[in-house]
């Protein structure tokens, strides 16, 4: 659902996009490979609440470290949210990636814009052309309950927000 909430993308304080991003309502679903080429489909995880973590580019430190986090938190073996990490990074580099740093969450490559178009994400600007916004959702009885637009690229989101909302 378009909510009329255009967001001002930058980099270094620098705008570089403005992207008008689904933020509330129903939940758009998509469907991606892990990196083992099983699809995952939003809709089939309805029983649980879902946290996705959408990262533009696996390969900078930012995007380490969100997804690191997500990881730990993955591995706590809390079965009721389901975590997912999301960017527009190849099948393999997210497998090396994922490889050096011990990573063993689910990981979805979306190399054709599935979800990015779905969701609006799609920057092109700035030093990460055709990448995704930083972002994160949690999503429960497919809805969007809680959001965050990460306006400055570099920037972490607010993790703790999120896993509040998401273990509610």
Request: proline fraction near 6%.
């Amino acid at each position: 659902m378009y909510n009329g909430r255009m967001e001002i993308i930058t980099f270094q304080q620098q705008p570089i996009d403005t992207i008008d991003p689904v933020t509330e309502g129903a939940a758009p679903d998509f469907t991606l490979k892990d990196l083992h080429g099983h699809p995952v489909t939003l809709s089939s995880l309805k029983d649980k609440t879902v946290l996705i973590s959408v990262v533009p580019d696996i390969n900078t430190p930012v995007c380490s470290t969100q997804t690191r986090f997500f990881n730990e938190e993955a591995a706590r073996g809390n079965g009721d949210v389901e975590f997912l990490t999301i960017s527009n990074n190849t099948n393999d580099e997210f497998a090396n990636w994922c490889a050096a740093e011990g990573i063993d969450m689910t990981i979805l490559p979306d190399v054709d814009n599935e979800f990015g178009g779905k969701y609006r994400l799609r920057i092109y600007g700035g030093p990460l052309p055709g990448r995704l916004a930083r972002s994160l959702y949690v999503i429960r009885d497919g809805n969007i309950i809680h959001n965050q637009i990460v306006n400055e690229i570099s920037d972490e989101p607010d993790y703790h927000a999120a896993l509040a909302v998401a273990h509610s």
